[in-house]
């Protein structure tokens, strides 16, 4: 703990400065985007020192996910199900623009294998995760998976902070369309989030961020298929020798996903249970409206620490090559969403 507390804090103070920025501003601006923005700087121009990265790492990771799952509590079985079917199809079309748009320009710039491999990966599935659960298979340097996981994270933190005024141009307010842009776009879950949170910050619009998350879900489904083949694989190898089955679990469907179907199938019954009228009703409603506050503060937080975790020192190692192939494939996924959608 004693290790964690001074990170933490200062990603809750930059938290706490982001909100009050957003109330002194008439709720004009969104405190997702000032806590990000302010970290990203604050990395790059002040820099953190060591002592606050087991701090920024638990809430860059820990509190985020606990707040990604508590997403769970604002859908229903049925809403879940409505949006799959649509976004299905929207999702295996971005995932396979991805990859083949990352292979393709790959070899096209002379871009080698296994980074072309880790790119497309990462940018198809889900971001960072996908990245180290395939460089075992591939056999990459830590260079390049360090080369590939800063692309990633460059190209969706711009995404991030970029989609939301994309989606407000093309969408307005329309909540689903704009999330499932996000979800079957943008990398990482927690950039997805992200700019959920920022577009539901400026358009009023909570339910975004559930809708973008069940839509990146979907995506992030694709490694209970990429991790096995990869594991089956690296096990013929002596030097990639046998991972347990509960550590290919945690890969291939982390438990924050687990906890969110849980949740959603949790609001589904308490929504039944309780009704529409009477003292239960408005007990549940409450228990629901703590839970979403306290999503929407994990996340906040959460967010800060990955603003403060956001370098670009590693991009002079990569060259243009690998940075070209990522925002190549990045904008691609991002185009075939917008076919989809409009």
């Not at 638990?58 to 997403?71: D, E, F, K, S, V």
């Not at 991805?98 to 889900?126: H, K, N, P, Q, Y």
């Not at 910050?201 to 995506?219: E, M, Q, W």
Request: aromatic share 8%; net charge positive; hydrophobic share 60%.
């Amino acid at each position: 703990m004693r290790q964690i507390v001074p990170g933490l804090a200062f990603a809750i103070a930059l938290a706490v400065a982001a909100r009050l920025v957003y109330h002194a501003t008439g709720d004009m601006v969104s405190p997702t985007l000032v806590a990000i923005a302010v970290g990203v700087a604050w990395r790059n121009l002040v820099g953190v020192g060591a002592w606050a990265e087991p701090g920024l790492e638990y809430a860059g990771r820990t509190l985020l996910r606990i707040g990604i799952a508590l997403i769970g509590l604002r859908l229903t079985l049925m809403v879940l199900a409505d949006v799959s079917m649509i976004a299905i199809p929207i999702v295996l079309s971005c995932v396979a623009a991805a990859i083949g748009s990352a292979v393709l320009l790959g070899r096209a710039l002379g871009v080698d294998a296994t980074m072309r491999r880790l790119l497309a990966a990462g940018t198809a599935i889900c971001g960072c995760t996908a990245i180290i659960a395939t460089a075992p298979l591939l056999r990459a340097r830590k260079a390049d998976i360090g080369i590939a996981m800063t692309c990633v994270v460059l190209f969706g933190s711009i995404a991030m902070m970029g989609y939301p005024w994309i989606a407000g141009a093309l969408f307005g307010d329309d909540v689903r369309s704009a999330g499932m842009f996000f979800g079957a776009s943008i990398h990482d879950t927690s950039q997805v989030i992200g700019a959920a949170l920022i577009y539901a910050d400026v358009h009023s619009a909570p339910d975004a961020v559930a809708i973008a998350g069940l839509t990146k879900f979907l995506r992030t489904l694709g490694l209970l298929l990429l991790v096995p083949i990869a594991a089956w694989l690296s096990a013929r190898d002596a030097a990639a020798a046998g991972e347990r089955p509960g550590g290919l679990r945690r890969k291939a469907l982390p438990a924050f996903v687990i906890w969110f179907v849980l949740l959603v199938a949790l609001r589904t019954a308490g929504d039944a249970y309780a009704g529409e009228a009477g003292a239960l009703a408005g007990q549940w409603q409450q228990v629901l409206a703590a839970g979403q506050a306290a999503s929407e503060w994990l996340l906040l937080v959460g967010m800060a620490a990955i603003g403060l975790g956001v370098t670009f020192a590693h991009l002079r190692e990569a060259g243009w090559r690998p940075v070209a192939l990522a925002f190549g494939a990045a904008l691609l996924a991002g185009l075939t969403a917008l076919a989809w959608l409009l």
